[in-house]
């Protein structure tokens, strides 16, 4: 069964102390994982998408990796803006999206 | 584009009526899903739609829910009779199709009394 789980549930950081989260799947076949972000009372915001093993995307704060079996939302020196729920999920052969139940981040001025 | 649009952004009714939640989805957008937030499950796929047909309906929770999408552009979620623990948010997101990313509207807060 196609599984994805995250951890931490909840992390905090104080402002500056770098650190990642982690998403690790079980597909067969991955075609692509996706992180996005939710922000209290908003729907989840898109944020990178990777489809093989040792990609990598940056967006400012934000870099996430993949691997064979997981990947990494890297966040150096966080600001507490970038305070939110960060979820991830991949797609089953049906085009369906599945999502872990996501890291909750919070950081501390 | 404005996004996934979804109405009410928030709806409280009694136990037993009936709730109906709509969405647009993005134009252009082939695929449309209807998901469920709560503290306990997180995010839930209730039902997805390509080109309009409702392609897997096995995470709607039971008779209860039913959802349509008349056309490319409108779909609804109806909870007939509704309960408390419906409760919940509701979201609709759509994407191009194939496996490409997809964009969340914000979302109806329901709550069953």
């Known amino acids: 069964e196609d599984q994805v789980t995250q951890s931490p549930e909840a992390l905090r950081l104080q402002e500056g102390e770098s650190s990642s989260l982690n998403c690790s799947y079980t597909v067969s076949g991955l075609r692509g994982l996706f992180w996005y972000r939710q922000d209290p009372g908003k729907g989840p915001e898109f944020l990178f998408t990777l489809y093989s093993a040792g990609e990598e995307k940056e967006k400012e704060r934000l870099k996430a990796t993949l691997t064979k079996k997981e990947s990494f939302l890297h966040i150096t020196a966080p600001k507490p803006e970038d305070s939110a729920t960060y979820l991830c999920a991949v797609p089953n052969t049906g085009n369906q999206f599945y999502f872990g139940t996501g890291t909750s981040l919070t950081v501390i001025p | 584009d404005a996004g996934v649009i979804q109405s009410p952004r928030h709806e409280v009714t009694e136990m037993g009526q009936e709730v109906t939640l709509r969405c647009k989805p993005i134009s252009g957008h082939n695929s449309l899903f209807w998901y469920r937030q709560t503290m306990m499950r997180g995010l839930e796929l209730l039902i997805y739609?390509?080109?309009?047909?409702?392609?897997?309906d096995s995470g709607m929770p039971e008779d209860r829910f039913s959802a349509k999408m008349p056309n490319a552009s409108f779909s609804t979620l109806k909870i007939q009779p509704s309960e408390p623990r419906d409760s919940a948010v509701y979201f609709c997101?759509?994407?191009?199709?194939?496996?490409?990313?997809?964009?969340f509207g914000q979302g109806t807060r329901l709550t069953v009394v």
């Open positions: 997101a759509s994407s191009p199709g194939g496996y490409t990313e997809a964009f």
């Open positions: 739609f390509n080109n309009n047909v409702p392609i897997d």
